[in-house]
Protein backbone atom coordinates (compact mmCIF):
# COMPACT_ATOMS: atom_id res chain seq x y z
CA UNK A 1 0.00 0.00 0.00
CA UNK A 2 1.42 3.19 -0.89
CA UNK A 3 -1.30 6.05 0.31
CA UNK A 4 -3.95 6.68 2.22
CA UNK A 5 -6.86 6.44 -0.44
CA UNK A 6 -5.36 3.40 -1.11
CA UNK A 7 -5.54 2.38 2.49
CA UNK A 8 -9.60 3.47 2.69
CA UNK A 9 -10.45 0.76 -0.57
CA UNK A 10 -8.29 -1.80 1.48
CA UNK A 11 -10.45 -1.17 4.97
CA UNK A 12 -13.59 -0.83 2.18
CA UNK A 13 -12.55 -4.40 0.65
CA UNK A 14 -12.21 -5.94 4.43
CA UNK A 15 -15.48 -4.39 5.91
CA UNK A 16 -17.08 -6.56 2.88
CA UNK A 17 -15.56 -9.48 3.22
CA UNK A 18 -16.89 -9.64 7.19
CA UNK A 19 -20.55 -8.77 6.22
CA UNK A 20 -20.73 -5.31 6.71
CA UNK A 21 -23.24 -3.89 3.51
CA UNK A 22 -24.22 -0.71 2.23
CA UNK A 23 -20.23 -0.15 2.31
CA UNK A 24 -19.43 3.60 0.93
CA UNK A 25 -16.59 6.10 0.83
CA UNK A 26 -17.61 9.33 1.75
CA UNK A 27 -16.71 12.80 0.28
CA UNK A 28 -13.04 13.67 -0.19
CA UNK A 29 -13.88 17.32 0.49
CA UNK A 30 -16.11 18.06 3.99
CA UNK A 31 -16.24 14.59 5.27
CA UNK A 32 -16.52 15.22 8.66
CA UNK A 33 -13.94 12.92 10.18
CA UNK A 34 -15.15 10.06 8.61
CA UNK A 35 -14.21 8.11 5.34
CA UNK A 36 -16.14 5.01 5.18
CA UNK A 37 -20.06 4.58 6.18
CA UNK A 38 -20.97 0.58 6.70
CA UNK A 39 -24.20 -1.26 8.08
CA UNK A 40 -23.61 -4.28 9.90
CA UNK A 41 -26.63 -5.99 11.54
CA UNK A 42 -28.85 -3.10 11.64
CA UNK A 43 -26.32 -1.29 13.24
CA UNK A 44 -24.55 1.88 11.09
CA UNK A 45 -21.11 2.09 11.23
CA UNK A 46 -19.02 5.76 10.85
CA UNK A 47 -15.64 4.89 10.12
CA UNK A 48 -11.81 6.98 9.44
CA UNK A 49 -9.29 5.36 7.65
CA UNK A 50 -5.28 6.36 9.23
CA UNK A 51 -2.51 4.89 6.71
CA UNK A 52 0.35 6.45 9.14
CA UNK A 53 4.49 5.10 10.45
CA UNK A 54 3.49 6.65 13.93
CA UNK A 55 0.91 5.98 15.80
CA UNK A 56 -2.62 7.42 15.41
CA UNK A 57 -3.22 10.42 17.92
CA UNK A 58 -6.91 11.35 19.62
CA UNK A 59 -7.50 13.71 16.99
CA UNK A 60 -9.02 11.40 14.64
CA UNK A 61 -11.06 10.13 17.69
CA UNK A 62 -12.46 13.10 17.89
CA UNK A 63 -13.11 13.64 14.43
CA UNK A 64 -14.99 10.37 13.62
CA UNK A 65 -16.94 10.73 17.13
CA UNK A 66 -18.47 14.35 15.87
CA UNK A 67 -19.32 12.35 12.68
CA UNK A 68 -21.06 9.72 14.29
CA UNK A 69 -23.57 12.09 15.11
CA UNK A 70 -23.58 13.86 11.23
CA UNK A 71 -23.99 10.74 9.54
CA UNK A 72 -26.65 9.22 12.00
CA UNK A 73 -24.56 6.68 12.85
CA UNK A 74 -24.51 4.11 16.00
CA UNK A 75 -20.86 3.44 16.84
CA UNK A 76 -18.05 5.20 15.11
CA UNK A 77 -14.46 3.18 14.28
CA UNK A 78 -10.86 4.17 13.53
CA UNK A 79 -9.15 2.09 11.59
CA UNK A 80 -4.81 1.76 10.86
CA UNK A 81 -2.52 -0.46 9.96
CA UNK A 82 -0.37 1.38 13.13
CA UNK A 83 -1.07 1.74 17.04
CA UNK A 84 -2.70 4.74 19.04
CA UNK A 85 -1.26 6.71 21.42
CA UNK A 86 -2.08 6.13 24.74
CA UNK A 87 -4.42 9.09 25.24
CA UNK A 88 -6.17 8.05 21.38
CA UNK A 89 -6.92 5.46 23.55
CA UNK A 90 -8.01 6.62 26.81
CA UNK A 91 -10.08 9.17 24.70
CA UNK A 92 -12.23 6.61 22.31
CA UNK A 93 -12.33 4.63 25.50
CA UNK A 94 -14.42 7.30 27.55
CA UNK A 95 -15.91 8.09 24.18
CA UNK A 96 -17.10 4.41 23.28
CA UNK A 97 -15.32 4.76 19.92
CA UNK A 98 -13.79 1.29 18.58
CA UNK A 99 -10.04 1.02 17.72
CA UNK A 100 -9.22 -1.64 15.05
CA UNK A 101 -5.31 -1.20 15.11
CA UNK A 102 -3.22 -3.11 12.11
CA UNK A 103 -3.26 -6.53 14.21
CA UNK A 104 -6.96 -6.58 14.49
CA UNK A 105 -6.47 -5.49 10.54
CA UNK A 106 -4.39 -9.08 10.18
CA UNK A 107 -6.49 -11.11 11.93
CA UNK A 108 -9.47 -9.64 10.17
CA UNK A 109 -7.28 -10.53 6.90
CA UNK A 110 -6.58 -13.80 7.86
CA UNK A 111 -10.56 -14.97 8.52
CA UNK A 112 -11.28 -14.16 4.86
CA UNK A 113 -7.72 -15.00 3.34
CA UNK A 114 -9.06 -17.06 0.30
CA UNK A 115 -11.40 -14.37 -0.45
CA UNK A 116 -8.93 -11.66 -0.85
Not at 74 to 91: G, H, K
Request: charged share 25%; with cysteine; glycine share 6%.
Amino acid sequence: MSDGEEFELYCVSLLELNGYKNVSLTPVIGDHGVDIIAEKDNIKYDIQCKYYSVPVGNNAVQEVFTGRAFYKCDIAIVMTNSTYTRQAIEEATALGVKLWDGDYLQDLKQLHASKL
